[in-house]
Each structure stands twice: as structure tokens, then as C-alpha cells.
């Protein structure tokens, strides 16, 4: 398996934009995470999905932010309007299920101008 | 919502030389891992231990646990420059069985 894909791997757009992180987790997990990394907060849960149904969302900020796994092999974050306080590092993980490890795409650099 | 604190921020030793790292939290855990984070890159798990075990080894790092202490340590011994990166722990404290990630700490390794 190729491991977790994340697209793109570097995000740059102007405050206001409409942002789309994407997802590919590994085959047969059936956990998927999204995490925001900034020096500040540290490494943040937004959101976890168990069997595409989202299971947690209260990490996520503010109502600009949604995210889906409309199936098994992909997910997506969306941020709507993007401001510059969204600028981080964004990392989707998936896992089997705890307490198995999780294990982490290689991240998305989002810059908000 | 709860989280294992690491400890030291920040370590920096020669090659060669072993890294401690703790890890300390405020309640109850059923798990405890360990990740490694290189710079640019996404986490990668290391090791887990569960709060029936006091210790567990794989290749050169070394996991204790002190349930009484609510703390564990991750020991890297004869590092190596490749050793350089930050390391967190992840605890499901609080009954939530979904892990939640410290601030980690950033082990630097001179050649």
C-alpha cells in the first residue's frame, strides 16, 4: 500500500479563498483523522470518521470549516472563507482502529495571504 | 481535552550519546505511543504500551511506564544523527479511547 495520500502538499491562496485539502487513507482502515499543526497549538484534532460517519467533529474551529468521506477511500477539508490565521500544516491520518497506530500522510502546507 | 506533556521542549546531544525523553498526564490511560515527526514530514508511530506493562523495547529505544507516577519515558540510546527529529506521545486518558497528542519534544543529534 502506498501509505495515506495527501493532495495538494502545498497550498498557497489569498484570505477569502475557498480551500480543498484531499485524502486517500490506507485500504481496509477504518478510522480517518485530520490534525492542523501550527508552532503555536501543536498538533490539533479537527475531525475523525469511523466507516465514513463522522464521529467527532468539535476540534474544528469554526463553522468555515467541513470536512466529508463521502466513501471509504477518500476525504476531504474544506475551508470556506480561508483566513490567515488558517495558515498550518494539515495531516490526515487513518488507523485501523484504536488503540492501533495511526499513520499519517505526508501533510499539506496551507498559506493564507 | 486532556493531553500527555512532554518533556524537555527541546534536547540536544552528540551522536552517540543516549536521549531521554518523559512524558507525563493527569488521569487514567488504557494506551500509550510514541511517534516520531521528521521535519516536513508526517508522524510515524514508534512504539505502543499499555498500562499493564511497564516496559517494551524495540531496536535501540527503550518505553517504560509508571502508572503511579502517570508518566512514561522514551530512551533512545547510541543515536545516531538520523535520530533528529521531534518525538510526541499520545495518550487516550480521560476515557476517550481516541488518542490525543502532546507538544512533543525536539531531540537534535550533532554529528
Known amino acids: 500500500d502506498a501509505g495515506v495520500i495527501q493532495s495538494p502538499r502545498h497550498e498557497v491562496t489569498e484570505m477569502g479563498q475557498e480551500v480543498t485539502l484531499r485524502c486517500k487513507p490506507i485500504s481496509g482502515h477504518d478510522y480517518l483523522f485530520w490534525y492542523r499543526q501550527t508552532m503555536m497549538r501543536g498538533l490539533e484534532l479537527l475531525i475523525y470518521f469511523n466507516n465514513n460517519v463522522p464521529i467527532d467533529d468539535s476540534g474544528m474551529p469554526e463553522d468555515r470549516f467541513s470536512a466529508k468521506m463521502p466513501n471509504a477511500s477518500f476525504s476531504t477539508l474544506k475551508i470556506q472563507p480561508s483566513e490567515p490565521r488558517d495558515s498550518a500544516v494539515y495531516f490526515c491520518?487513518?488507523?485501523?482502529?484504536?488503540?492501533?497506530?495511526?499513520?499519517f500522510g505526508a501533510g499539506t502546507r496551507l498559506s493564507v495571504l | 481535552s486532556q493531553q500527555g506533556e512532554e518533556d524537555p521542549q527541546a534536547l540536544s546531544i552528540q551522536e552517540g550519546e543516549n536521549a531521554t525523553m518523559n512524558c507525563s498526564y493527569k488521569?487514567?490511560?488504557?494506551?500509550l505511543q510514541w511517534y516520531r515527526q521528521n521535519s516536513g514530514r508526517g508522524l510515524v508511530h514508534l512504539i505502543l504500551?499499555?498500562?499493564?506493562?511497564r516496559e517494551k523495547h524495540s531496536g535501540r529505544l527503550r518505553v517504560t511506564l509508571d502508572t503511579s507516577k502517570k508518566s512514561s519515558s522514551l530512551l533512545i540510546t547510541a543515536s545516531r544523527a538520523a535520530d533528529t527529529a521531534s518525538y510526541f506521545c499520545?495518550?487516550?486518558?480521560?476515557?476517550?479511547?481516541?488518542?490525543?497528542f502532546g507538544r512533543g519534544t525536539s531531540l537534535i543529534v550533532h554529528p
Open positions: 504500551i499499555r498500562s499493564n506493562e
Open positions: 499520545a495518550t487516550d486518558e480521560g476515557g476517550s479511547y481516541i488518542p490525543t
Open positions: 488521569t487514567s490511560i488504557n494506551n
Open positions: 491520518a487513518s488507523s485501523p482502529g484504536p488503540p492501533a497506530p495511526q499513520y
